[in-house]
């Protein structure tokens, strides 16, 4: 509020340039943040002064953090991941980061609906186990998106024992943390077992993923350009990561909803209007 009363302030104070004829008033502002001067990027920088502290509380709240868990996030590349998404995505890949897909617990707690996953129809529909029922269907739909998971990893120059202890994690990692087990899965690296016991494997696949991955990337190739590689490499993480867990989520709502037209009609739209029929029927008995 202060800067905006000195900008009109400022204005109000400027002679007319019409008046002044050429002798205008020179003014120099200087804009400080935390004692420190702002030389450029002062749109960005009034963004993150209003929204950061709020916006990392309410991750710490939602994800139970302390500030120590949220620092190991490499918070450089999600920026960097989620600006390079197309802007009719990023609510997708928010809802998915944020952990706010429509699963069967979330419409018992809005709606009254069975809270059971759609596949097994035994075991609560939570995010975790999305990414681990032991239902065939479910097994063979996320064996088909870790195949095109790996491609993409390979694509990206991922070398070979990073690839196998991100495929590790993800196919046990999630599942053993379900079942309450303190051992996490023999990965064969060591920033694989840090993400494990850390942060976790579900929300790697939210795109939370610790530094050291860069890190350990960095340390695998070889090259001038090895840090901005190890950048450019890691965001391409997080994307394959969403594009994994979108795959899986996808699968989920074709079984919950009907793959095509017709058969989403016979999901949805028919036990709707057999409902209203019924409605109707017992409005014309009253």
């Not at 097994?139 to 998106?145: I, P, S």
């Not at 998971?149 to 599942?175: D, F, H, N």
């Amino acid at each position: 509020m202060e800067a905006h009363q000195l900008a009109i302030s400022c204005l109000k104070s400027t002679p007319n340039c019409a008046r002044a004829r050429g002798d205008l008033l020179s003014q120099i502002v200087t804009v400080l943040s935390k004692r420190k001067m702002i030389a450029a990027g002062l749109p960005q920088q009034i963004f993150t002064n209003i929204h950061y502290e709020p916006l990392k509380d309410k991750i710490l709240k939602y994800k139970g953090w302390n500030q120590t868990t949220f620092n190991l996030v490499d918070w450089v590349n999600f920026h960097k991941a989620i600006i390079s998404v197309p802007r009719l995505h990023r609510m997708s890949i928010t809802k998915l980061s944020q952990g706010l897909w429509n699963t069967n617990v979330q419409n018992e707690k809005f709606y009254g609906h069975l809270n059971t996953c759609p596949y097994c129809h035994i075991k609560k529909e939570t995010i975790e186990h999305i990414f681990c029922c032991n239902h065939e269907i479910a097994k063979q739909e996320r064996d088909t998106a870790l195949t095109a998971y790996k491609v993409m990893l390979i694509s990206k120059r991922t070398p070979p024992q990073l690839v196998e202890t991100i495929v590790a994690g993800i196919t046990t990692g999630i599942a053993q943390s379900l079942s309450q087990n303190s051992d996490h899965p023999a990965l064969e690296h060591q920033v694989g077992r840090e993400q494990g016991a850390t942060l976790g494997w579900v929300v790697f696949l939210q795109g939370y993923i610790s530094q050291k991955w860069k890190d350990s990337y960095q340390a695998m190739i070889s090259g001038k350009k090895s840090v901005q590689d190890s950048q450019t490499w890691a965001k391409n993480l997080i994307l394959a990561n969403w594009t994994y867990s979108k795959s899986i989520w996808a699968s989920r709502n074709a079984v919950v909803h009907g793959k095509g037209a017709m058969e989403m009609e016979g999901k949805t739209i028919t036990p709707l209007k057999r409902r209203i029929r019924e409605l109707y029927l017992m409005l014309q008995k009253d």
